[in-house]
Each structure stands twice: as structure tokens, then as C-alpha cells.
T-cell receptor, first 113, second 112 residues
């Protein structure tokens, strides 16, 4: 079993829909949780970063962490065709410099105009 | 792109040849990383560096070596390339707060 599990998709939604992307993990030591967006043939781009539990909002994006269920989510409101990309979750027990990130395999999202 | 460049961006090489990929940063960050990305595996850490001349192995380090003689440059060498090393290679740097990583544009390597 992988430490971080992520549904590969593709997930297809109509423009304007609310999108929910999720990752589950097995290591209860994870404290830092990240979401990256990766466009085709580009490098991952940091979207959201959350420490420990709770919600964090940034514009149309909300990151949610439920440590009791070992489950993290990224919500995208009013989705746009430009949101079509692969979304990677990443997590670690501590700060990046000292601890290694563990990545999910990514969920491919298609937002249809 | 967080001041990270990678070169070359694309490379085709033959089995058995050595290959060196370069990562250059303009952010003066202490930590640098090399990952490979393959379908079904996500991003996997090859090697990382926590300072000039200070490096350590990641989870998939066999067949790879690294060097860091300057803060801004982190080199990844495939000592004798194999077809299993065909992949997309990403360099990352860790922000000053050490809580986030920023990625370069990637190098696509094809080993024939």
C-alpha cells in the first residue's frame, strides 16, 4: 500500500462546477500538506500549503485537512477551463528542508467549456 | 518559476552513455532536490542537497549521482544511462521557510 493514495482520474466537470479532489494517507506523522497544479509538459506549481488540521482558503481554492480520517481535500469553486490540469497532493512529517515530501500520483482534471 | 532553470530541457541519448542534467537557481536557497516523474509513480526523490558539497540519497538513487559545488547549481549525473531512466526529471528548491518546495520546468530524457 502506498503512503499516499490519489485517484488518477480523469475527472471531467462542466465549467462553473465545484470540484473536489482528494488524497488519503497512512502515516499519522504527516503534518505538512501541499497541493500542486501541473499543466501538461510543465513543472508542478504550488497552489496551497496547510500545516496540521483545518481549512485554508485562497480565492476559488480551499484546502481541507482531516487528520483523524487521514484525508485531505482541495475544492475548486466556479471551475474554469484554465483549471484543467493534473493536481498533485504532497505531504511530510516536518519542514521541507529536513523531511522528505511524499507525493500522490496526481488526479487529472478536465473542465469542459 | 521561482528562479529555477533546468538544462537541457530535452535530451535523447543511447544506453550506456553518461548524462548530466543541470539545475540552476537564483534564489540562494539552501535545499535543492532532484525528482523523477513517471506515470503511475508520481514524483520520486532521487537525491537532495542541504548545502554546498552536502548531498544525500532519496528513494530511487541507484544509477544516479549528484554534485553541488556552488549554492546555485545542482547537477544530476546518470553514470551509464539505461532505458529504465527514461523519464521527466524535475529539480526543486526549498523556500527560505523550508516549508514549501518550488519546481523547475523539467527535463525530458529519452534513453534509447
Amino acid at each position: 500500500q502506498k503512503e499516499v493514495e490519489q485517484d488518477p482520474g480523469p475527472l471531467s466537470v462542466p465549467e462553473g462546477a465545484i470540484v473536489s479532489l482528494n488524497c488519503t494517507y497512512s502515516n499519522s506523522a504527516f503534518q505538512y500538506f501541499m497541493w500542486y497544479r501541473q499543466y501538461s509538459r510543465k513543472g508542478p506549481e504550488l497552489l496551497m500549503y496547510t500545516y496540521s488540521s483545518g481549512n485554508k482558503e485562497d480565492g476559488r481554492f480551499t484546502a481541507q485537512v482531516d487528520k483523524s480520517s487521514k484525508y485531505i481535500s482541495l475544492f475548486i469553486r466556479d471551475s474554469q477551463p484554465s483549471d484543467s490540469a493534473t493536481y498533485l497532493c504532497a505531504m511530510s512529517p516536518g519542514p521541507s528542508g529536513t523531511y522528505k515530501y511524499i507525493f500522490g500520483t496526481g488526479t487529472r482534471l478536465k473542465v469542459l467549456a | 518559476d521561482a528562479g529555477i532553470t533546468q538544462s537541457p530541457r530535452h535530451k535523447v541519448t543511447e544506453t550506456g552513455t553518461p548524462v548530466t542534467l543541470r539545475c540552476h537557481q537564483t534564489e540562494n536557497h539552501r535545499y535543492m532536490y532532484w525528482y523523477r516523474q513517471d506515470p503511475g509513480h508520481g514524483l520520486r526523490l532521487i537525491h537532495y542537497s542541504y548545502g554546498v558539497k552536502d548531498t544525500d540519497k532519496g528513494e530511487v538513487s541507484d544509477g544516479y549521482s549528484v554534485s553541488r559545488s556552488k549554492t546555485e547549481d545542482f547537477l544530476l549525473t546518470l553514470e551509464s544511462a539505461t532505458s529504465s531512466q527514461t523519464s521527466v526529471y524535475f529539480c526543486a528548491i526549498s523556500g527560505q521557510d523550508q516549508e514549501t518546495q518550488y519546481f523547475g520546468p523539467g527535463t525530458r530524457l529519452l534513453v534509447l
